[in-house]
């Protein structure tokens, strides 16, 4: 996943404005302690801090791979 898969998932959940409070502010005990802003910073794969926001926000497995785009024509 690409940190602007991140950023668009983070978003489409959570909206535009919450997402990056939610990412600086929610503490993920599952990365040591570090919120998702700080461990993006300190290397960890977008993917793996993305799953333990959904974990920790109760994030329905459905809608853990974003909304469905429509590819371009």
Sequence with gaps: MRLSDFWRLMEDEFGSGYAHVLADDLVLTDLGGRTASGALAAGERPKRVWLSICEAQDVPE???????IKPRA
Excluded: Y
């Design 62 to 68: 459905a809608r853990r791979l974003g909304r469905d």
